[in-house]
């Protein structure tokens, strides 16, 4: 026999037995990750943050904010523009019912 095994095993360092801090700190990071949303986490707020400095975001933050324009027009112009949204998305925005609400940036 004799033979050596050509392991390719890598050393495994054990996490830290006292606390597992360092296995718990990574899970927690994750999910922590999951529930980031830079920018908002539908779709009006992808449109707007991707606005960010043009004149045109203030105009769509002003329709948002006025009742006086309608969320499916709202969302005609924008996706007439390049920007698809649907009526559903703007009304779950203006309505703080998105996930923007839950999750403020
Ligand atoms: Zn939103």
Request: proline share 25%; charged share 25%.
């Given at each position: 026999m004799g033979v050596t095994p050509d392991s390719g095993f890598v050393e495994v360092s054990a996490p830290?037995?006292?606390?597992?801090g360092f296995l718990e700190d990574d899970f927690l990071a994750d999910v922590k990750a999951t529930a980031k949303h830079p920018g908002g986490t539908c779709g009006m707020a992808r449109i707007l943050a991707s606005l960010e400095?043009?004149?045109l975001r203030w105009k769509v933050q002003q329709a948002l904010d006025d009742?006086?324009?309608?969320g499916i027009g709202i969302a005609t112009v924008l996706t007439n523009r390049g920007y698809p949204v649907s009526d559903y998305t703007v009304q779950r925005h203006r309505n703080n019912k998105c996930g923007c609400a839950r999750w403020p940036t």
């Open positions: 830290p037995a006292e606390d597992g400095g043009d004149p009742p006086g324009y309608t």
